[in-house]
DNA sequence: TAAGGTTACGGCGATCGTAACGATC
DNA sequence: GATCGTTACGATCGCCGTAACCTTA
C-alpha cells in the first residue's frame, strides 16, 4: 500500500470510476494506473470494484468501507502539507471561497477588502455556485470556506458558525403604488413578483411566509441575482423582493426600499468549513474578519 | 512524502526519536532512515524534529502538529488492512486484550470458552499489565480491547462500555473473629488489612470508603492479585479484601467470605477500545460475549 | 570508544511509459 | 471504430545497503 494508490482511489471517485481520466488527473499513463488498482486489490486479497467485464461500475462492500479510510488519509496527507505551508509562510497561500453572487456583491467587498490589506500575498478565489452546491464544493476540495444563505443540513463533518441574520425588503420603482401605505401580504401577493430562483438568498423563506397565509405568490421572474431583479423592477415588469442589504441608496435612488421585516422570517448567513480540514490561520483570520464585518451590518 | 516516511514519524515516537533503534524496528538499515527524514522535512522545508548537534532531542510545535495527522493516517492505514483481512475470513485472526490478573482469572474465562467455541481460528493474546497501563496499550496498539477495573478518564478517542458492576468482600479464616457477627469499618480496621496495590482492582475505592469515615486503613500486605491475598490471609496474617467473586466455594473452603456491599461502594469493570479503530467482526463478537457474561454474574 | 547520526556510491527493484491487444458499446 | 481496460517489455528513477566518516557522551 502506498500513498498515490490511496490518492488513486479518491481520484477514481471523482471521474465515475473512469481509469482513463483518473490517469489524466494524475498526470500518469493509463496502464499505471490499471496496474496499480490491480496491485491494492491484490494486496487486500478481494476486489474493491465491481467490474462488468473489464469496466468499473460500483464499489463493493469492501470498497465502500475502505473508501471512508481512504478519504481519512487524504484528509490528512493534505492538512500535513498545508500545515507545514502554512507554518513556512502564513502570509501566503490561496483563499478558495465559495459563494453566491448576493453574498460576493453585497457581503463579501468590505471583508475582503480588509483582508487585503492584512494579507497581501494571499490569492482569493471565488467559486460562485448555486446554493444547494456550496457545501459539494468542500467536500470535492474545491473551496475551502463556503458563505451559505439558505438552510444548511447539520452534517456531522462540517462546521457551522452564524454570520449574521438578514431579511427580506421589498422594492418598486418611486410613483409604484407599493411605495407607501402599509404593506401586508395580502396586498403584495397582487402584484407580479420578481424575487430570487428557487433555491437562491432566502427564497424558501419567502415561500413559506405566503404558504402559511394561504396566498399564492404570482412569481413573474426568478433571478439568481439581485442586479437582475432590480433591472426588470426598473421596466416596472413588477414588484421586486430582495435581500434589504442589496439595496445601495446611491445608485438605487430610483427605487423605493420597503421593509418586510414583519412578514416575511428572517434569514441566516452562515460559514461553513470541514471540520477535520487544516485551516490556514489567514484562513481563520479571513474567517475572523467576516465575523466582524457582519457584526457591523446589524448596526 | 510517502507512507513509510508516514510509519517512520510514529516509530521515531516509540523510540523516544531514536534514528537507530528505528530503523531496526522498521528492518531497514540506519542510514535510509536518516535520508528518508531529511528528505520529508526538507520536503515540508521546515524541521519536525529539535537537534543538538545530530541527535533528535525534541519535536518541533510543526512537528507536533503533524504527528496529529501521522496518528490518523497510521490507524486509517491499519484500519484498511484490517477490515480488508476481515472479509477475507472474518473467522480467523488474533484478538490482542489488555487486562489485569483479576479479570483474566475471574471474570474471563466463561466468556473466551464460549468465544473460542465459535472462533476456533482467532488467537487470544492476553496483554497483563497494570491497570493505569491498560489504556497506554490500546493507544500503543499493543492490544485491541482492554478490560479496566479502576476508574479510566474519559478520553474523546476512546468507547467506553460498562460492563457490569461489583463490590468487595472479606475472605478470613474460618474461626477468625470478623466470621461472625456485624462488619463496621471500625471493627474492619482494627485488624492488619491485606489487600491490592494502589490502583488495582479498586482499592482506591476501598481508600475512600475508609477515609470518608475517618479511619485509618492499616494495609499489612498489598498485591496486585488475589491470590497472593488470599495466601497470606490463610497464614494468618491479617484479614483480606477482595473483589466478591474471586471468592471460589470450592478451592476457598477455609476462608470465610463476608459480604461488604454496605460498607464499601461498588465499583464498574468497563471494556475500553479506540473508537477510530477498527475492530474486526469476531472482536465485536467478543464483545458482546463479554456484555453477556457480565449479565450472568449480576444475577 | 561506543553510540548516534550523516554522506557517498553502487545495485536492485518498483513503477512508469510505450505499444500491442482484448472487450464492449 | 471509439472508448475503456489489460498485458508485455524495456527503461528509469527511487530507495536500500555497504561502508567510510563525523560528533558527542
Redesign the pocket.
Known amino acids: 500500500m502506498?500513498l498515490?494508490q490511496i490518492e488513486l482511489l479518491r481520484v477514481l471517485q471523482e471521474t465515475n470510476?473512469?481509469?482513463?481520466k483518473a490517469a489524466e488527473k494524475m498526470?500518469?499513463?493509463?496502464?499505471?494506473v490499471?496496474?496499480?488498482?490491480?496491485?491494492f486489490e491484490a494486496e487486500l486479497g478481494s476486489p474493491l470494484f465491481e467490474?462488468?467485464?473489464?469496466?468499473?461500475v460500483g464499489m463493493t462492500a469492501l470498497g465502500l468501507r475502505i473508501m471512508e479510510e481512504v478519504t481519512a488519509i487524504n484528509r490528512a496527507k493534505n492538512n500535513i502539507q498545508n500545515i507545514a505551508a502554512d507554518f513556512l509562510d502564513s502570509n501566503q497561500g490561496i483563499l478558495h471561497i465559495a459563494t453566491t453572487h448576493t453574498q460576493a456583491k453585497y457581503f463579501l467587498p468590505t471583508p475582503i477588502q480588509r483582508f487585503r490589506e492584512k494579507y497581501p500575498g494571499v490569492k482569493i478565489y471565488m467559486v460562485q455556485s448555486s446554493p444547494d452546491q456550496l457545501i459539494d464544493q468542500l467536500h470535492a476540495r474545491k473551496a475551502d470556506i463556503a458563505i451559505c444563505t439558505e438552510k444548511v443540513d447539520q452534517e456531522s463533518d462540517l462546521v457551522l458558525k452564524t454570520c449574521y441574520e438578514w431579511h427580506h425588503a421589498l422594492v418598486v420603482p418611486t410613483l409604484h403604488p407599493l411605495s407607501e401605505g402599509e404593506i401586508t401580504l395580502a396586498r403584495l401577493a397582487s402584484y407580479p413578483v420578481l424575487t430570487y430562483s428557487f433555491g437562491f438568498t432566502g427564497r424558501s423563506t419567502i415561500e413559506s411566509a405566503f404558504k402559511d397565509t394561504g396566498l399564492s405568490l404570482d412569481i413573474t421572474l426568478a433571478a439568481a441575482d439581485t442586479d437582475i431583479i432590480k433591472t426588470y423592477v426598473r421596466l416596472g415588469m413588477g414588484v421586486g423582493l430582495i435581500t434589504a442589504m442589496a439595496y445601495d441608496p446611491l445608485t438605487d435612488q430610483d427605487l423605493v426600499l420597503r421593509d418586510l421585516s414583519h412578514l416575511i422570517p428572517s434569514s441566516k448567513t452562515k460559514i461553513a468549513y470541514l471540520k477535520h480540514n487544516y485551516l490556514p490561520l489567514y484562513s481563520q483570520h479571513f474567517i475572523a474578519e467576516l465575523l466582524l464585518a457582519a457584526k457591523e451590518i446589524k448596526c
Not at 490499471?34 to 496491485?39: A, D, G, V
Not at 467490474?51 to 468499473?56: E, I, P, S
Open positions: 502506498n498515490s470510476l473512469n481509469l482513463s498526470h500518469i499513463v493509463q496502464s499505471a490499471s496496474r496499480q488498482l490491480q496491485l467490474r462488468q467485464g473489464k469496466k468499473l
